[in-house]
């Protein structure tokens, strides 16, 4: 029983191209985030939401926008892939105050060509 | 303007002794600190966390101490085990923030048998 799965692992796709990465949680948790881990290794907070805030990181281009359709999911739109945009891409999810922060997918490995 | 930092990128230790990792912070908003562990193809897994109230924080092999005045935690490991390597990321958070979390840039352990 995976908690927070991600689909695809691995996306090799071309620039100019418009794609999707899927996130799922099972763990009924109420926020979740997409974290990106550039080439630097930083893994940098994009977007956090539940039910009642989005709060996007600024410097997050425009071209990427989080779409949930309900709780349980939290997808990511990419618009018009840049050669920049190549990285890992993490989900999260956490409930509440936790103190075991946040739980993690596996990541997608997004290759710009 | 990396907030957590963690400068050593790697640490190799033997097996049975005791390995160190250290991490920097620069905003003294930052009242909760954790450790995830990251292996290969994985997503980060939550490994240990301390509040700014207490100052060490203790669970089987692994511990955190936190130094306030000087902005600095360090996640002990004893005995280390080949087990743990893989790349440990500190992680910190301000209460009421949206739960996001800031993170470093990795310490890739690796313990020798």
């Known amino acids: 029983d995976t908690a927070v799965s991600q689909t695809p692992k691995y996306l090799v796709t071309q620039m100019g191209n418009d ?3 899927k996130c799922e949680q099972n763990l009924g948790h109420d926020t979740m985030y997409w974290y990106k881990q550039d080439s630097k290794k930083f893994l940098k907070i994009m977007f956090s939401y539940n039910n009642k805030e989005l709060i996007i990181n600024e410097t ?3 071209r990427f926008s989080p779409k949930s359709p309900d ?3 939290l997808n990511l739109h990419i618009n018009s892939l840049e050669l920049g945009d190549s990285a890992v891409y993490f989900c ?3 409930q509440g105050p936790s103190n075991h922060g946040y739980t ?3 990541g997608t ?3 710009v060509v | 303007d990396q907030q957590v930092k963690q400068n050593s990128p790697s640490l190799s230790v033997q097996e049975g002794r005791i ?3 250290n991490c920097d912070y620069t905003n003294s908003m930052f009242d909760y600190f954790l450790w995830y562990k990251k292996y290969p193809a994985e997503g980060p897994t939550f490994l240990i966390s301390i509040s700014s109230i207490k100052d060490k924080n203790e669970d089987g092999r692994f511990t955190v101490f936190l130094n306030k005045s000087a902005k600095h935690l360090s996640l002990h490991i004893v005995p280390s085990q080949p087990g743990d390597s893989a790349v440990y990321f500190c992680a910190a958070s301000i209460s009421g923030s949206a739960r996001q979390l800031t993170f470093g840039s990795g310490t890739q352990l690796t313990v020798l048998p």
């Open chain 1, 104 to 106: 993690f997918g596996s």
């Open chain 1, 19 to 21: 794609k999707s990465i």
């Open chain 1, 92 to 94: 999260a999810s956490s």
């Open chain 1, 60 to 62: 997050v281009p425009n």
């Open chain 1, 71 to 73: 709780k349980a999911h």
């Open chain 1, 109 to 111: 490995r997004l290759t």
């Open chain 2, 19 to 21: 390995s160190i990792l």
